[in-house]
């Protein structure tokens, strides 16, 4: 079982990114996924999720970000629009079994938590 993120890079206030949370081993439509991310010197806080055709997002970036799942690629997304400084972090993408959707935003609930991929938005 894995979970690989990619698609970080440098992005200018303003920009767009998309990251990829590509999963092996389990198909992804068993699963709630969320995205992650850690600035430094902060802790981990949850981005969005994913399970059954419902979506969630943390109120920092509703509005301008959006998940998204391709089954048949077995990859979780995160679309990215109007990148500002603050949403400078790792993220992370991780699989939950099961959780309550009230609580998506528990780290305790998730496992096989991927490698992370760093977002930078400075001009």
């Known amino acids: 079982v894995q979970l690989q993120a990619s698609g970080g890079g440098l992005v200018q206030p303003g920009g767009s990114l998309r990251l990829s949370c590509a999963a092996s081993?389990?198909?992804?439509?068993?699963?709630?996924i969320g995205w992650f991310r850690q600035a430094p010197g902060k802790e981990r806080e949850g981005v969005s999720f994913?399970?059954?055709?419902?979506?969630f997002y943390a109120d920092a970036v509703k509005g301008r970000f959006t998940i998204s799942r391709d089954n048949a690629k077995n990859t979780v997304y995160l679309q990215m629009n109007s990148l500002n400084p603050e949403d400078t972090a790792v993220y992370y993408c991780?699989?939950?079994?099961?959780?309550?959707?009230?609580?998506?935003?528990?780290?305790?609930?998730?496992?096989?938590w991927g490698q992370g991929t760093l977002v930078t938005v400075s001009s």
């Open positions: 991780a699989r939950a079994p099961r959780l309550p959707f009230s609580l998506w935003r528990a780290i305790s609930y998730y496992e096989h």
């Open positions: 994913i399970n059954v055709g419902r979506k």
């Open positions: 081993g389990f198909a992804l439509d068993d699963y709630g």
